[in-house]
């Protein structure tokens, strides 16, 4: 019996492995140490766990554990590597690049850094999602000392060229920060070989638990940031506060089994998501948003043509999704990511996002073929635009009343 | 978002939903919204040869609570004279609906829809 | 195998067994990110807004004055930070005895033209009435005294105090993790006396770490410090730590509800504490002040604190020598340099904070322990002399 509404929304955040869950509980219990408590055995017993759990984030991604601070998650990362770095480095320029497709907490960072006197080009993308490394090259002044672009788009699931935009940018010395949010467990990843600076990362995107996070701060060269939470100079004094024992073992135990199940995994997950799309191939008039071959396999973005998003969610309840991503999901607006890629309005509200993840089985998306079919037929046959294609009209020759 | 229970009804099984033939007798036709605000309502009614609307039709791109306006004004507009059609106001729909406050738009919708229906039966008289 | 005995519960509490039970099925199931709007996703908020009524109702505020943040340390940053983004920059006073989550950002904001004047205190470690009133006759915009002290447990009348800085027409904070839960602490009353902000804090009152909450009025404008998706009405993006934010909701409500038990209880123990340690000829620091129920901070001379508590941790008594988050540092504490104690006295500091599973026979073999282990490092000292 299959358990609905099935989850497909693995981008949003993932369920906690079991495994996680299990190691992380003796830290809850038994083991509640504060791990800056230096004058006992709770403490130390409580920072022993936390530098495992930093050696297996860093581990994950071929880094030395020094390189890695704890934060409360990929937001907290991105506005501290944007606006600690900016301020630690304004003397030098105060120009930063950026693109149209980062998620709301690097675009929104840098909105804050424009308020505080800095310029920001926010890149166009191509029409697969991708960034244009000509663009991007011809973006760069000499007054621009940093660059983020994400590894992997939360929306569309296609993976930048991190490789190639970190070599720009070293030759200009310019600090490249990426969001790894969505990256850990999907592409693999080697700092010793990618010229990156900084990278966020976020436990809950990986089966770890909400509420915790790290950056990745590079030491050859050395990165330098102001620091944005000030207090006890907890994490050498790059973030202070209590670190939260239980959350940060369930990162490392994440990340660790990330690392040994990732490739497994990914053609595991890969293999349902083509299934999911082939099923869907038949049905008229859909269009997949993003590059599909630099692409992560656990993503499906999809335009069903004259089906609005929000009735379409409505009407696959029983399928845990997401149209546009899950942040700005209380608005209105049609996904901004979409729009970046050129997609009309129309085409950009009547999107779907599914996410694939550890737990799917093929009996799941089956499930959600057969009842994609159904209630894709059910809205269009209530949809005035639908009827109008059929009748041969051309959609972009009506005058709308736009209201 | 959560939808009230008569939302919920009014998506799941719409009332009214189609089209007349173009040539029917006294259809009229009201076209509101635009594809890229993320709705867009038809709404035909069919008036007797004494002005009353016998009988009306819906196609909605929208969202649950814009069905939902739609459905219900054709529910309601039925019987009625096309000035009475014209007193149905978006508050009444909100309110039968209990629409939360972002959703107030697919209710002036509607009842934008029954305006400009009524104005293209106008129309066709010549009014 | 024997049980080391927690002395620290001012660093960390253990978390209660109802808190745990209650975070379980958010760490284990199938828990969603709470802005997705499937069932999952409104499963989640549903949680988080009851937790977010638990917190307010534990220390009578209101649902909407909650804003979740990853910790104390963050609460305190986003107000201090937050408010004075939003005004020209001017004096700011705080007490000289604040967590450095409080005197770190507001020395960061001498930096952008603001004015710092750190309060001071009296030698029982209570805000010094003269220079308090000066310092607000200087109108501050700008004010943070923390309601019951890490180190010494030294309560402030803050209710007096705000009234004070209202009348210059300050915006007063309050950090009160080390408050709520032994001491009443009721939002209602304190913002009618001035108070505009306090902080709270899961870890501290038997909830979870990961979780605490800046309590805000809200006429108060302050500045978002971490940007991006619009999360906490805009005020905290990021998302949200269910687990942990359901874990904090439990947690203060028990903590409310067994206090009127728990503070007598902890004040007997802690008599029982201050009797045998003043036989031992130590120095209770701030003893005639009023304290919080748990916590006992003291010196013994000629005994050197970080020396005292490895003894102490061998011998199976979890202690502090000053803050948890500055235990780092070698330097004496702070707090009793503003309290003007004697710096060979302030480096013999350690720190008792009592909870609720100690009873009164740890407490007297504590005791017994620590005659033996002074004896001993009397010896030892003597002999290097």
């Not at chain 3, 006429?219 to 991006?228: D, L, N, S």
Request: charged share 25%; glycine share 8%; proline share 3%.
């Amino acid at each position: 019996m299959l358990k609905l509404p099935i989850y497909l929304d693995y981008s949003a955040t993932t369920p906690v492995d079991p495994r996680v869950a299990e190691k992380m509980i003796p830290y809850l219990v038994e083991k509640f140490g504060n791990a800056a408590s230096r004058s006992h055995a709770f403490g130390w017993e409580s920072e022993a766990a936390v530098e495992e759990a930093r050696d297996e984030v860093a581990r994950l991604v071929n880094a030395d554990s020094k390189e890695i601070v704890w934060t409360s998650g990929a937001t907290e990362s991105n506005n501290l590597a944007l606006k600690g770095a900016a301020n630690f480095y304004s003397g030098k320029g105060k120009h930063v690049i950026t693109v149209k497709t980062e998620h709301k907490a690097v675009l929104d960072t840098c909105r804050e850094l424009e308020r505080q006197g800095f310029e920001v080009t926010y890149l166009d993308v191509l029409e697969n999602g991708l960034v244009d490394l000509d663009v991007f090259k011809a973006a760069l002044r000499p007054d621009t000392i940093l660059a983020s672009v994400m590894f992997v788009n939360n929306e569309i699931g296609v993976i930048q060229p991190i490789g190639e935009i970190g070599e720009i940018c070293r030759a200009k010395s310019v600090i490249f920060h990426v969001d790894a949010a969505q990256a850990t467990g999907k592409v693999d990843i080697d700092l010793n070989a990618l010229k990156v600076d900084l990278m966020s990362f976020s436990a809950h995107k990986t089966y770890g638990p909400k509420g915790i996070g790290a950056l990745y701060i590079r030491r050859k060269p050395r990165i330098r940031l102001e620091a944005q939470m000030h207090g006890g100079g907890h994490e050498r004094g790059f973030r202070s506060g209590t670190l939260a024992t239980h959350q940060i073992v369930g990162m490392g135990e994440a990340f660790r089994l990330a690392r040994e199940e990732m490739a497994v995994e990914n053609k595991r997950i890969g293999a349902l998501r083509d299934r999911l799309l082939k099923g869907l191939s038949d049905i008229d008039q859909v269009f997949i948003n993003g590059d599909m071959v630099h692409r992560v396999p656990h993503n499906l973005n999809i335009s069903f043509a004259y089906i609005e998003g929000e009735s379409m969610l409505m009407a696959i309840k029983n399928l845990a999704v997401s149209s546009g991503s899950a942040c700005t999901s209380a608005s209105l607006e049609p996904s901004y990511v979409l729009r970046a890629l050129g997609r009309d309005d129309e085409l950009a509200h009547s999107s779907i996002r599914f996410t694939l993840g550890r737990f799917n089985t093929e009996e799941e998306i089956d499930y959600a073929i057969k009842l994609l079919h159904e209630k894709i037929g059910k809205l269009r046959e209530l949809s005035p635009l639908w009827e109008m294609v059929q009748d041969g009209v051309d959609l972009s020759t009506v005058q709308w009343a736009a209201h | 978002m959560a939808y009230s229970v008569k939302v919920l009804d009014h998506y799941e099984n719409p009332r009214n939903v189609g089209s007349f033939g173009k040539e029917e007798e006294g259809v009229a036709t009201g076209m509101v919204g635009a594809p890229a605000c993320g709705d867009v309502m038809k709404l035909q009614i069919k008036v007797g040869k004494d002005g009353i609307i016998e009988d009306a039709k819906f196609k909605t791109y929208g969202c649950g609570s814009a069905i939902a306006s739609s459905s219900l004004v054709t529910e309601w507009v039925k019987g009625k004279s096309v000035d009475q059609a014209l007193d149905i106001k978006n508050t009444q729909i909100a309110e039968e609906l209990a629409l939360p406050p972002v959703k107030i738009h697919c209710s002036i919708l509607a009842e934008d829809a029954i305006k400009a229906a009524v104005a293209d039966y106008k129309k066709k008289r010549g009014e | 195998m024997f049980a080391p005995v927690y002395f620290d519960h001012n660093a960390t509490t253990p978390l209660q067994p109802e808190v745990l039970e209650a975070m379980l099925p958010w760490l284990t199931g199938q828990s969603g990110n709470a802005s997705s709007r499937h069932d999952y996703g409104r499963a989640a908020r549903r949680a988080i807004d009851e937790a977010r009524g638990r917190v307010a109702a534990a220390v009578g505020a209101h649902p909407t004055e909650i804003v979740f943040t990853s910790g104390g340390s963050e609460a305190n940053n986003l107000f201090i930070k937050g408010a004075a983004a939003c005004m020209k920059p001017g004096l700011l006073a705080v007490s000289a005895i604040e967590h450095p989550c409080v005197i770190k950002p507001a020395e960061q904001l001498v930096r952008r033209g603001w004015v710092l004047q750190k309060l001071s205190v009296d030698n029982d470690g209570r805000v010094d009435s003269g220079h308090f009133e000066a310092v607000m006759r200087q109108r501050p915009k700008l004010v943070s005294v923390m309601l019951a002290n890490n180190e010494t447990g030294v309560l402030q009348d803050v209710a007096a105090l705000a009234e004070q800085a209202r009348a210059a027409g300050a915006w007063f904070h309050s950090d009160a993790v080390q408050a709520v839960g032994k001491v009443a602490v009721d939002f209602r009353a304190l913002n009618a006396a001035g108070v505009h902000a306090v902080t709270l804090s899961a870890h501290k009152l038997g909830g979870p770490k990961g979780a605490a909450a800046l309590v805000l009025d809200k006429r108060v404008e302050i500045e978002p410090q971490i940007a991006g998706g619009g999360q906490e009405r805009g005020l905290r993006s990021g998302t949200e730590n269910v687990a942990a934010i359901i874990g904090f909701g439990v947690a203060c409500e028990l903590a409310v509800r067994r206090m009127a038990e728990l503070a007598p209880r902890l004040i007997e123990l802690r008599c029982r504490l201050e009797r045998g340690l003043s036989s031992a000829g130590a120095t209770v620091f701030a003893a005639s002040a009023g304290r919080l129920p748990n916590t006992v901070y003291f010196a013994l001379p000629n005994i050197d604190g970080e020396t005292l508590v490895g003894q102490l941790d061998r011998s199976g008594y979890a202690v502090a020598s000053g803050a948890a988050c500055s235990s780092a540092n070698p330097e004496p504490s702070h707090v009793l340099r503003a309290m003007d104690v004697a710096p060979e006295l302030a480096r013999g500091a350690v720190r008792i904070s009592l909870g609720a599973a100690n009873t009164a026979a740890q407490v007297e073999e504590f005791l017994l322990t620590l005659q033996g282990t002074v004896a001993r490092l009397q010896r030892l000292s003597a002999i290097a002399v």
